[in-house]
């Protein structure tokens, strides 16, 4: 009789910790060097290593981009400069002529870049809710050839079922991409849930500290595998060696960091729809949130993002310049509670019309809760909702 342990699966902490990089073998170091080297040496030019030239190919990139990959489900991870970086490579996956869904509450800067440069390459977008079946049966069309769903969506939170998602587009031969740059690893694996390609803004929740600008890309199946590297490779958009090695030690906490946060921003939702001076709060934890039921059986956890509206937008720059301990900006995801006011930071790049039809007023702040305590960030906004005349 065999008495040894069963060998249990690891958990989700654990992998986190534990994933992307195996002891370096010459020294036993527990977290990996920083290769900085650009040209790596060949002993045998005709016969070539692994690696030749960073831009196609960083042992420290592929750390990362190795850990990525594996705890999204998929079979290989590209690391890229920015979010924005990733996106661009992914979408030129495409050709001129082909037709794409996207969420119509994507971030701002998602919008742009399909209006200042992918419109002129002839990629054509329709926005879409991804959430909504119908309204993507009515966009199709005889070219198109994806849905880029952005999961959550930003700033209103729609939930998007990944998986169901995945089976009406494959039904219509559609590629599905999934931007999980709000739910992360640790809440959502879009590809184990049927997505093909996932991407993310490792700037927000998986770098996590506000200190590094980068982006991830993984896919599911090695021909698109292929033809991503081919482009990363080609375009050079790449991570900085230092930069990968910053990411993959926020992936280590981020699961922990993940679910504090998303306690706190569940608290700041739930003590938000009590004040008299917002009049909606937009959080899938909230049992009257559109995708509660959704996100309820398919994440992991709500998310550290809490979106409300003001009462009087008039109001709202009184509201913003009287935080004190809560930041006034764009981004995600950091160790402290920032406030982006929609219009001018995380939909900014949107147009005045944009803006309209997806009813971002000056009105709609969207917090990323921290890892503060949440009764100094509550205790914070609600000076701030009192000195603004909003309680
Ligand atoms: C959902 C989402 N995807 C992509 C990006 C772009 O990321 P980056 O700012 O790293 O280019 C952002 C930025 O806010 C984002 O919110």
Redesign the pocket.
Known sequence: MNDRPERREAGLATRFVHTGFERDPATGAVTPPVYRAVTFHQDDPWHPDRYDYSRSGNPTRAALENAVAELEGGCRGFAFA??????TAVILLFSAGDHLLVTRD?????QRLFRMVFSRLGIDVTYVDTHDPDQLTRALRPNTRAVLA?NFS?PFLFVTDIAALAEWAHGHDLLVVV?N??ITPAGQNPLRLGADIV??????MMAGHSDV???VAVARDPAWAERLYGIQNATGGILSPDDAYQVLRGLHTLPVRLDRASRGADRLAHWLLEQPGVTAVYYPGLPQHPGHAVARDTVRTFGPIVTCRLSDPDRAPDFVRALQLVEVG???GGTETVCSVAALH?HGALTPDERRVRDITPAVMRFSVGLEDPDDIIADIAAALERAGLS
């Open positions: 920015s979010g924005n970086a990733a996106l994507c971030q701002g800067g998602t952005e930003n931007d740059t709000f991407v993310h803004s490792a700037t927000k600008t980068a982006g764009a981004g995600f995380c």
